[in-house]
């Protein structure tokens, strides 16, 4: 259950800064976000 929620979450990921390619402040932020929230765990 958990790798696969892993590899939604990564494709998700992979996608949306693809999609946001010329944004890369939004990219930074939601990185940095992402790091916040495993460094809680």
Avoid at 5 to 30: E, N
Avoid at 31 to 36: K, L, V
């Amino acid at each position: 259950m958990a790798p696969f929620f892993l590899f939604t979450l990564i494709a998700v990921i992979l996608a949306q800064q693809k999609a946001d390619s010329h944004l890369p402040a939004k990219i930074r932020k939601r990185n940095e976000m992402f790091e916040a929230l495993a460094s809680n765990n």
